[in-house]
């Protein structure tokens, strides 16, 4: 039911020009889905406590009854009760395996949270500072090769400006800046443009 409910409500939705009765579905179909979800978390709550037969609301239109099996009685009385001792020690066998993985699932996250704790608590060395290089070159002189800039570039990983001709080979060759020794490729390159 509900799935034809839906399927009307995603046809009517694509129509451009719906109907009147059209849009009452458009504007009831929200509620009408809050309902049949409301109805099938009850039935579900209801059956967890026990005090329904049936877990969805679709169960319960169809006249469906969900039952647990009950054990045989009679003849097979002897074999039952081997078979209800295995069943009981494979039982507690399992339950003794899910409980030790959570158990275990727990102290490994509580590990975890501890060291992580601890981890936090230590304060972190501070760095040593990056070595001062000082340069001693007039402004206007190229860094590689000292002579007067011409076709100005800049190398944009350290600010400084170079020939073009002679940064490019630099950087090809060598692939960082020659002064800071960050690394620094071609692309890293910017010529400036002057009157």
């Given amino acids: 039911m509900r799935q034809k409910v839906d399927a009307a409500f995603q046809e009517v939705r694509n129509c451009q020009t719906p109907a009147r009765f059209s849009r009452w579905l458009i504007k009831l179909y929200p509620y009408f889905y809050l309902g049949w ?19 969805s609301l679709t169960l ?8 647990s099996v009950v ?5 097979d009385a002897g074999r039952s009760n081997d078979s209800s001792l295995i069943w009981k020690l494979i039982s507690g066998v399992m339950n003794g395996v899910s409980t030790s993985l959570v158990t275990g699932a727990f102290f490994l996250q509580f ?31 190229c860094p590689i090769c000292y002579k007067e800039i011409s076709d100005d570039t800049v190398l944009s990983v350290s600010g400084f400006v170079f020939c073009y001709a002679c940064i490019r080979s630099f950087v090809t060759e060598k692939g960082c800046c020659p002064v800071t020794g960050y690394p620094a ?9 002057t009157n």
């Avoid at 304060?123 to 040593?128: D, E, G, K």
């Fill in 111 to 141: 590990l975890d949270w501890w060291y992580s704790q601890r981890q936090q608590q230590w304060p972190v060395p501070v760095p040593v500072p990056p070595s001062q290089r000082r340069i001693d070159i007039a402004d206007g002189t």
């Fill in 37 to 55: 979800e409301g109805v099938n978390f009850g039935c579900t709550l209801l059956y967890a406590i026990e005090k329904s037969r049936v877990h």
């Fill in 185 to 193: 490729s071609d692309a890293n390159l910017i010529r400036i443009f």
């Fill in 60 to 67: 319960a239109l169809a006249s469906v009854e969900l039952a």
């Fill in 71 to 75: 054990a045989r009685s009679g003849g």
